[in-house]
């Protein structure tokens, strides 16, 4: 079977809304075939939509700064045609039908925000789908963390993540300013089984990788009902981990 037609009997069609989270080494292809594959699933009046996240970069030029999400993202991000976001930090590249429309002002945002690109496909019927990858990669999960208004958003990645950026662009510097971020993600499987239960995920395999394909808005349901039975329920327990050491060290005095 080609990279496409395991897309297709993944669930994935045409004119479907997609957040592609990958890894071309587990797939067992060239980063611009499972690109092509992907486009040719979605087709004109579909969109494609990777990371290109530089997460820590203070000064942001979106025609030049790689991202670093992966190959295939950089695959996305290259192609002609291609819409970037404007987050210095999490900004996505879109590839298709209502690509501007999706990435606009998003650097007015926190960069999981509500309204942010990716709540913005959820909330339009997008999908989210993990390539060789695990939920640990699943950006969408923050919505959730945002969406539920998770009491640690203040708390960034780590002490010297920086909270004032300079973005160039449009021939001229812009300085924004955060102060609410997404952090760890390592404890983002704990989602699986709720998902599970709602019968969201649909599991196959695409070239060599295993494959799920969800929507997105039960992501972010999934994870919202996790924050509100336990707030600490996205927190990894590695005490190395600043974010989330220091998220639930608040969560204990509240």
Do not use: K
Not at 54 to 79: I, K, N
Not at 92 to 101: I, M, N, R, S, Y
């Amino acid at each position: 079977m080609t990279l496409a037609a395991d897309l297709r009997s993944l669930g994935l069609a045409a004119g479907d809304r997609v957040v592609a989270h990958s890894s071309a080494r587990a797939v067992g292809e060239a980063p611009d075939a499972i690109v092509d594959a992907l486009l040719e699933v979605v087709g004109r009046d579909g969109l494609l939509v990777v990371p290109a996240f530089t997460y820590d970069t203070a000064r942001f030029d979106p025609a030049v700064e790689p991202g670093r999400a992966g190959a295939v993202a950089e695959a996305v991000r290259l192609r002609p045609g291609a819409v970037r976001s404007l987050h210095p930090s999490h900004s996505v590249a879109a590839l298709g039908a209502g690509a501007a429309e999706l990435c606009a002002g998003h650097e007015l945002l926190a960069a999981a925000d509500v309204d942010s690109p990716l709540d913005r496909l959820a909330r339009a019927g997008g999908h989210v789908l993990l390539l060789g990858v695990g939920r640990v990669a699943d950006t969408t999960v923050h919505v959730g963390e945002f969406r539920a208004g998770a009491p640690y958003l203040h708390v960034p990645f780590s002490p010297d993540w920086p909270r004032v950026h300079e973005i160039v662009a449009d021939g001229r510097i812009r300085t924004v300013e955060y102060d609410r971020f997404p952090g760890c993600s390592r404890a983002f499987g704990v989602v699986e089984r709720g998902l599970r239960e709602r019968a969201s995920i649909r599991d196959g395999f695409v070239g060599r990788a295993i494959a799920q394909l969800a929507r997105g808005e039960d992501v972010i349901d999934e994870a919202v009902a996790l924050l509100e039975a336990d707030a600490g329920a996205l927190l990894c327990t590695d005490p190395r981990c600043y974010r989330c050491t220091n998220a639930r060290t608040e969560l204990g005095r509240a």
